[in-house]
């Protein structure tokens, strides 16, 4: 698995943006993805995750209506859609992959993903 995110940038709050993240490298089996954030001066967080089966999508509070996660097989790429994005959004995207948990498990900590991509920063005006 080798991730590359993409898709970031400067947006007004209200804009819309969708973050790509597409698996360059091999991977038999399906696997989960999440995306995190770091914004400046604050640790990583969790925003979105769904399961390797795709059964299970999870939302931080604070983009639950606003962010959407989904994937096309097709592509080997996997989206996040972030809508309405507020100043406080601004932070450096990350995707990761988790390919050894349970097809049906959401992990909500960095530390349960064992391959990232790069980030890619958006940033949000008021």
């Known amino acids: 698995v080798q991730l590359q995110a993409s898709g970031g940038g400067l947006v007004q709050a209200g804009d819309s943006l969708r973050l790509s993240c597409v698996n360059s490298?091999?991977?038999?089996?399906?696997?989960?993805v999440g995306w995190f954030r770091r914004a400046p001066g604050k640790e990583r967080e969790f925003v979105a995750g769904v399961s390797a089966r795709r059964d299970k999508r999870y939302y931080a509070d604070s983009v639950k209506g606003r962010f959407t996660i989904s994937r096309d097989s097709a592509k080997n790429t996997d989206y996040l859609q972030m809508n309405s994005l507020q100043p406080e959004d601004t932070a450096v995207y990350y995707c990761?992959?988790?390919?050894?948990?349970?097809?049906?498990?959401?992990?909500?900590?960095?530390?349960?993903?064992?391959?990232w991509g790069q980030g890619t920063l958006v940033t949000v005006s008021s």
């Open positions: 490298g091999r991977s038999v089996s399906p696997y989960a």
């Open positions: 990761a992959a988790n390919t050894v948990g349970s097809v049906h498990y959401v992990g909500f900590r960095p530390g349960e993903y064992n391959f």
